[in-house]
């Protein structure tokens, strides 16, 4: 007997090739290419991780068409030459031996290919100064360079780079190849008229900037042969307002519906930072964000096949996207980065074993370090390799091992000790597990960070382990049960500034006030402007309270840093609620009904009224809680994890937590 998700499930042939199901992964980067950009071992065991997990199609992201002309990225994949034949069939050949379709995202950057690693400028439909570009070179110190113009011998030597690029695909064993003709990439370079400034046949009317569309579309076809899959990639709305809108997508898509199998539907420029958001979606933003696009398109041309992508968050929405008819695929990317197993737990009815994606972009920042593919919740990716199939060695003995602190680090701890053989006890001081998630998970607006909370707790319950709850794990009780290795998770608390007025009774901490745990009044301070500060002014101006924030940084740049991604959104709706927010501004006393801070731009105090003072001035790690456990077991066999060594996200956490369970 089959799922519950009849739809998903249902397979489908196009052109005679076999998708078992209608999930794909969506194309992420993973950093794992060779130096001159060859498939690696690495490469292949990363990819066969999606395919064994039950994907119908496994994408690689940004795969370039020409490597020496066309890279942004650290090790990208380079299809110029027939020397990437070899090296491909083995990418290929893992995904077809789970019945999966190995698949590329061809492209080629243009405008914004990095001068740094090319070594030459680049190329475009028109000499325009990308923003990339612009950022480059102010942060080098020198004046932007252009690109360069392409004449009608070099479209021709591009639109052949394409079909060659997929040809070589086809020779590898694949099936099916995603030529990406959106976000601000070279195709769109030309489609757009945010883009394209050219006089000539390639220019002006949308039926002149679609032509290297058409052409590129054609070469690969003619390369290939009628039994390949061509799937395009195409931003349904650009967003931004001089860029391509959606009524003249349908205009163009018009144009080159018969040459494509698969039309996947994105939205935004990944060369416009302020439009990044609409194709890499972060944990404010609407889920399945893109799929009225598809709809809309669908509707329109009822025989194309389309395939919808953005937080698409696990199969449950997939299902009810693929049954109402709006798309007839479906792409993930960091939901299956997040657990890879996603389409098997939810076929054998193990939903509750998901892991979910946070949308917090610590896989997307990864990248910008620039370091191999990871992801906050999922420590074995880009590790596999070290961890084959996604598993840690049986321990060659087991031991009693102690975990204190149920919060993210404690909890992956415990789970990988439990993979590993142990015999494991969890210390939890409060009465839930989830650690700084639980405060951080109650704003209306972090659904994501919820699933993730009722993931950790259903795992803690379902836990081979003794789970001890309002429990404070002393010296003295560690030391009585001797055990063999202690994990210390014991994460960290609110930094507490030592100013007059600080322990009044109408001081607390700002996610206490969210939770519930502690009243408020009606006029409400918040000191600090960070992610958590910033949150809970939303929440509690949304709930009817006057709210200001004082923040002694004299901007928000800050906020890149702690958001998630979101600070844009966070800033958006700062202005749109009409929250003060008070710069170089600091806290030097509170009052009974007022604060006093200082101006640190001028030698001025300032008074605001307030009848709440709610603390968000970060955290700071419990150094002398985790220091007096240190020597409650052979100390080598005593590791300090997450927020206990620097308070940070939950990525950080969990990986060092991972660490030290794996090899215990």
């Avoid at 130096?35 to 795969?63: C, H, I, L, P, Y």
């Avoid at 302020?274 to 944990?283: C, L």
């Avoid at 798309?327 to 979910?356: I, Q, S």
């Amino acid at each position: 007997m089959g799922s519950k998700y009849t739809h998903v499930f249902e397979h489908m042939r196009i052109r005679g090739v076999d998708f078992k199901n209608r999930i794909f992964l969506a194309p992420p980067s993973p950093n794992l290419a060779s130096e001159d950009g060859k498939v690696t071992a690495q490469f292949v065991d990363m990819f066969r991780a999606f395919a064994r997990g039950g994907a119908a199609a496994v994408n690689v992201g940004n795969s370039m068409i020409d490597y020496k002309e066309a890279r942004d990225e650290e090790r990208q994949l380079d299809l110029s030459s027939d020397d990437i034949i070899l090296p491909l069939t083995r990418y290929a050949e893992a995904c077809l031996a789970f019945g999966c379709q190995p698949n590329l995202e061809i492209n080629h950057n243009g405008k914004d290919s990095d001068f740094r690693k090319t070594g030459r400028r680049a190329i475009s439909a028109s000499p325009i100064i990308s923003s990339w570009e612009l950022w480059r070179s102010g942060m080098e110190g020198r004046e932007p360079v252009p690109a360069i113009e392409m004449d009608h011998a070099k479209i021709n030597e591009i639109v052949n780079k394409y079909g060659m690029a997929a040809l070589r695909c086809k020779r590898a064993g694949f099936n099916m190849a995603m030529i990406h003709g959106g976000h601000g990439n070279l195709i769109s370079q030309f489609a757009s008229p945010l883009y394209n400034k050219r006089k000539d046949d390639y220019g002006g009317s949308l039926e002149n900037r679609t032509r290297f569309t058409i052409e590129a579309l054609d070469k690969v076809r003619e390369l290939c042969g009628k039994d390949f899959v061509i799937e395009f990639r195409v931003s349904a709305d650009e967003i931004h307002p001089d860029g391509m809108h959606f009524e003249e997508t349908l205009k163009y898509i018009d144009m080159f519906k018969d040459k494509v199998d698969i039309l996947h539907v994105s939205a935004g420029l990944h060369g416009e930072f302020q439009y990044m958001r609409n194709w890499w979606q972060n944990f404010m933003m609407d889920r399945m964000y893109n799929v009225h696009y598809a709809e809309k398109i669908k509707k329109a041309f009822p025989n194309l096949i389309v395939c919808t992508v953005g937080s698409i968050m696990n199969i449950q929405m997939a299902e009810e996207i693929i049954s109402s008819g709006k798309a007839d695929f479906v792409a993930m990317c960091r939901p299956l980065l997040a657990d890879p197993e996603m389409p098997r737990k939810y076929a054998l009815g193990k939903e509750d074993d998901h892991r979910p994606c946070l949308r917090c972009q610590y896989c997307g920042g990864r990248l910008m370090i620039p370091a191999v593919l990871n992801c906050a919740v999922n420590p074995y990716l880009g590790n596999e390799r070290e961890f084959p199939d996604g598993k840690v060695k049986k321990a060659e003995k087991t031991k009693r091992v102690a975990v204190v602190g149920g919060g993210p680090a404690g909890v992956q701890a415990m789970l990988t000790l439990i993979d590993r053989g142990h015999d494991v006890t969890l210390y939890e001081m409060t009465d839930k597990i989830g650690g700084l998630v639980v405060p951080g998970s109650v704003h209306p607006f972090k659904q994501d960070i919820r699933d993730y909370l009722k993931y950790m707790q259903c795992q803690a319950k379902k836990a081979r382990a003794r789970v001890l709850m309002n429990t404070e794990a002393t010296k003295e009780l560690l030391d009585n049960e001797k055990y063999d290795a202690i994990i210390l998770a014991v994460g960290s608390r609110p930094i507490v500034p030592n100013l007059p007025g600080i322990d009044k009774t109408h001081v607390h901490w700002a996610p206490d006030a969210c939770t519930g745990k502690v009243k408020t009044g009606k006029k409400i301070a918040i000191i600090g402007a960070g992610a958590v500060g910033i949150e809970c002014a939303i929440d509690l101006k949304e709930k009817g309270n006057d709210v200001i924030i004082v923040e002694m940084a004299p901007d928000l740049g800050h906020l890149m840093k702690s958001a998630s991604g979101a600070a844009g959104e966070f800033q958006e709706l700062i202005a749109k609620l009409d929250i003060p927010v008070h710069l170089s501004c600091r806290l030097e006393e509170v009052k009974d009904n007022s604060i006093i801070c200082s101006n640190t731009k001028a030698s001025e105090n300032v008074e605001f009224q307030a009848d709440t003072v709610l603390l968000a001035l970060g955290m700071a790690a419990k150094h002398d809680v985790a220091d007096s456990l240190r020597h409650s077991a052979p100390e080598t066999e005593v590791f300090v994890v997450g927020d206990a060594i620097k308070p940070s996200l939950v990525g950080p956490a969990v990986m060092s937590a991972f660490r030290a369970a794996a090899y215990i």
